[in-house]
T-cell receptor, first 114, second 119 residues
């Protein structure tokens, strides 16, 4: 399957703590993206990391990519209750018929307690 | 910028009827749009790729006669669920790629989704 797999499936932390979510995938990628989804709502794009990049930052978000291990991690520092949501990784591929498509993992449900 | 809208945001229909969902790129042109469905607490599953002016490309296992896609302009794609049944109840999300963007990096902008409930 070209889909990513997130782990853990659920994560529960206190405000102020850091949250780390991991994503693994099986085939070669062009880029990997992280999205956030509040319950019953659409997706919000958080960050895109290209296959030739190893780390990227955006505000309290830090994403790493290890193409040799086919894995990525999303770190949210100093979490807030408003960060409570589902987080998905999505892989973009560069081969033939899959060019342009995104394949999503199952997501990590993050709950941040005040 | 890069706003995608969907209409309706939710719809309830009787079994056997057809339902049309619209996906619009509001401030950019999109030659390619994608349709996903999502079951509760599950991932987004890519259903099809909608190409302006040509036939849609469906993912394996998705019935093209069941889910009709039309991409008649650079800002509008429609998904019609024909003869809907309760098992078609789901959250349908579209995304669009900016015609002027670097296609090698797959950046997509997502709509807010449409909740379909078939009774």
């Amino acid at each position: 399957s070209q889909q990513g797999e997130e782990d853990p499936q659920a994560l529960s932390i206190q405000e102020g703590e850091n949250a780390t979510m991991n994503c693994s995938y099986k085939t070669s990628i062009n880029n990997l993206q992280w999205y956030r989804q509040n319950s019953g709502r659409g997706l919000v794009h958080l960050i895109l990391i290209r296959s030739n990049e190893r780390e990227k930052h955006s505000g309290r978000l830090r994403v790493t990519l290890d193409t040799s291990k086919k894995s990525s991690s999303l770190l949210i520092t100093a979490s807030r209750a408003a960060d409570t949501a589902s987080y998905f990784c999505a892989t973009g591929h560069d081969r033939g018929s899959t060019l342009g498509r995104l394949y999503f993992g199952r997501g990590t449900q993050l709950t941040v307690w005040p | 910028g890069a706003v995608v809208s969907q209409h309706p945001s939710w719809v309830i229909c009787k079994s056997g009827t057809s339902v049309k969902i619209e996906c619009r790129s509001l401030d950019f042109q999109a030659t390619t749009m994608f349709w996903y469905r999502q079951f509760p607490k599950q991932s987004l599953m890519l259903m099809a790729t909608s190409n302006e002016g040509s036939k849609a490309t469906y993912e394996q296992g998705v019935e093209k006669d069941k889910f009709l896609i039309n991409h008649a302009s650079l800002t509008l794609s429609t998904l019609t669920v024909t003869s809907a049944h309760p098992e078609d109840s789901s959250f349908y999300i579209c995304s669009a790629r900016d015609r002027l963007a670097d296609y090698s990096y797959n950046e997509q902008f997502f709509g807010p989704g449409t909740r379909l409930t078939v009774l």
